[in-house]
């Protein structure tokens, strides 16, 4: 192979690929420390948007709730996804397993607007037999659970697959119970796959606006609904101080998360290793 | 297991349970949601509510169809051009990403295994952080004054900004833009798990590197192509917000009418109609999807 042009070629495209991925991000960054009224012309570096952005009593409502909203509802995305991986993982054949998959995957592509459409009549016929729930913080927790879940679903799967499956047999050999099997040795295991899925499920409700828009009532605007009605309207600066504090927050997060996951994977396989090395003396 | 048969948490670890609560979940949010969406596109505006989801008046429950939501679609131009559209920027949006992506990909799962996990963050990073916001951010790229026009015009490259702003252009930027990722992720993980002696046998025997790239890699990659784009074409046919903040008037997508007749209109027949319709064309594509994924998971098991 013409390795040597092959090579280049290669690093220019990545290279080319990320510069599209981050150029609309850093833009945003380097755009929020702008004195302008106009968020895209240039004048000098102040944090004028940042003040304003303390002073925005609407939108940093909206990030409380927002908060508040996404952490539920990943909660429960994890809670449910995980059931989903283990019954779809552990359980080959059963009645309806293809429908239960098809049903597990139908929010990860179906468009937003048709799950939320969806949802937003089931509620509305609930709430007219039963008298509730009232469209609100619920309705937006139930929406975001349900695409949460899928994804969590996803995530824990992929965990469990690798999963060495030797380890719960040998717990049950030595006479461990089911539930004791499930605390003592699977859990532990999956602890940084569910980590991972709180935190992906929790950027998705923190970032949705569509099922947000469909399923909230009067009084319950999330973050992503102001700054949509806002992005709608125009430039608006105060987008980007919210949109540079919100960018910290992940990166470190993501970054934070990855080296736990890797730390605990180095510790597992440390553990493994002595115990192994016991087994075998 | 047989002494402690009654206990909750034996329950707790239960077959039944396990396979229990999540179908109780998804048959609650998912499908009975479906149905009534099926149903409500079936009654016309009159008879669209909640309350005489099924008729009792004959004593036993029965059904009133009625299709004007459906015949409405079918006859009025506008809707048809919009669902036409739609899937024109879907399949755009579509080839696109699986031209810039697939190379990406190869080369990706071609570079020295150490750094492979850092690539592969480098491209989740940005899925991790706001999708609105970085739609929001290629607004302040594209506008008339914006930050691509003013950095051409005072390189002197030119002297009138472009118009890039709410036109197919803007919208089909964002749209690749967001769902790269998607196109990526199966790409790169089919890739990677390519047996590397394939493509050296055939260089042994002599084939060119770009003829074995298009008779060897393309054909193996092929699950990985198909998962790709559909990942990136089912999700786009229904795209509401981008068309929102990059599209402007005159692109047509078909989620923003589902949207605005909700919303604006409030005709919840015509919304579920156009929603049904919506699901009839991506059936096909989540058929394929759901093949060539369930595919590359035995493909991982068997290695």
Redesign the interface.
């Given at each position: 192979?013409?390795h040597g042009l092959?090579k280049y070629f290669?690093?220019a495209?990545?290279l080319a690929?990320?510069m599209?991925?981050?150029?609309?991000?850093v833009?945003?960054v380097i755009?929020s420390f702008n004195d302008s009224k106009?968020?895209?012309?240039w004048s000098h570096a102040s944090l004028r948007w940042y003040s304003a952005l303390a002073a925005d009593a609407d939108l940093i409502s909206a990030v409380w709730l927002s908060l508040k909203i996404a952490f539920v509802s990943a909660l429960m995305s994890v809670f449910?996804g995980t059931?989903?991986a283990?019954?779809l993982n552990?359980?080959k054949r059963?009645v309806?397993r293809t429908f239960?998959?098809?049903?597990?995957?139908?929010?990860l592509?179906?468009?937003?607007?048709?799950v939320g459409?969806?949802?937003l009549?089931?509620l509305?016929?609930v709430q007219?037999w039963l008298g509730f729930p009232e469209r609100g913080l619920f309705t937006i927790l139930?929406g975001h659970a349900?695409l949460g879940?899928a994804y969590a679903a996803v995530v824990v799967t992929s965990r469990l697959?690798e999963m060495d499956g030797r380890l719960d047999e040998a717990a049950m050999d030595l006479g461990s119970?089911?539930?004791q099997?499930?605390t003592l040795v699977t859990f532990p295991l999956l602890v940084p796959a569910l980590v991972s899925a709180f935190l992906?499920t929790f950027?998705l409700s923190?970032?949705d606006?569509?099922l947000s828009?469909?399923l909230s009532g009067p009084g319950y605007n999330t973050m992503?609904m102001v700054?949509?009605s806002r992005?709608?309207l125009g430039?608006n600066p105060t987008?980007?101080a919210?949109?540079t504090v919100?960018?910290t927050v992940?990166?470190i997060a993501?970054i934070a998360s990855?080296f736990y996951t890797s730390h605990v994977e180095r510790k597992r396989k440390r553990e493994m290793a002595l115990a192994y090395s016991d087994a075998i003396r | 297991m047989a002494q402690s048969k009654n206990t909750f948490l034996n329950f707790f670890s239960g077959r039944k349970l396990i396979i229990g609560v999540p179908y109780v979940w998804f048959i609650s949010l998912a499908a009975i949601p479906l149905l009534i969406v099926l149903k409500i596109s079936l009654s016309t505006m009159e008879t669209a509510s909640v309350s005489n989801m099924v008729d009792w008046s004959k004593g036993w429950p029965s059904l009133t169809l009625n299709f004007s939501s459906y015949q409405f679609i079918a006859s009025d131009a506008l809707y048809v051009k919009t669902y036409l559209s739609s899937i024109k920027y879907a399949l755009i949006t579509t080839i696109i990403c699986l031209a810039i992506g697939y190379p990406f990909a190869y080369f990706m799962a071609r570079a020295p295994k150490h750094i492979q996990p850092t690539l592969l963050m480098l491209i989740m990073l940005p899925f991790w952080t706001s999708f609105l916001l970085r739609i929001y951010a290629w607004k302040t790229l594209l506008v008339n004054n914006g930050i691509i026009n003013n950095a051409l015009i005072s390189l002197g490259v030119m002297s009138e900004p472009i118009a890039m702003m709410n036109t197919p252009f803007s919208l089909t930027i964002g749209m690749v833009y967001s769902y790269l990722p998607f196109m990526i992720l199966p790409l790169y993980a089919n890739l990677s798990k390519l047996d590397i002696r394939y493509l050296e046998a055939a260089a042994d025997l002599g084939t060119s590197p770009l003829k074995t790239f298009w008779l060897v890699t393309v054909p193996l990659s092929k699950a990985g192509i198909i998962a790709g784009s559909m990942l990136v074409f089912i999700p786009s046919i229904g795209e509401y917000v981008i068309p929102e903040l990059l599209g402007g008037s005159n692109t047509l997508m078909i989620g923003r009418v589902l949207w605005d007749e909700f919303f604006s209109n409030n005709d919840w027949p015509m919304a579920s109609a156009v929603a049904i319709v919506m699901i009839l064309l991506i059936l096909v594509p989540m058929a394929l999807l759901n093949k060539y994924q369930s595919d590359q998971a035995s493909d991982k098991a068997g290695a």
């Open positions: 192979m013409s092959n290669g690093k495209w990545m690929v990320y599209f991925l981050y150029l609309p991000i833009t945003l755009y106009l968020v895209t012309v449910f059931f989903v283990f019954a552990r359980y059963f309806g239960l998959s098809s049903m597990a995957n139908m929010p592509v179906m468009p937003e607007v048709i459409l969806a949802l009549l089931m509305v016929s007219h139930l349900l879940t697959k119970k089911p539930w099997v499930f992906l950027t923190f970032d606006v569509v828009a469909f992503p700054i949509f992005a709608r430039l987008i980007n919210v949109a919100t960018i992940v990166t993501v990855s | -």
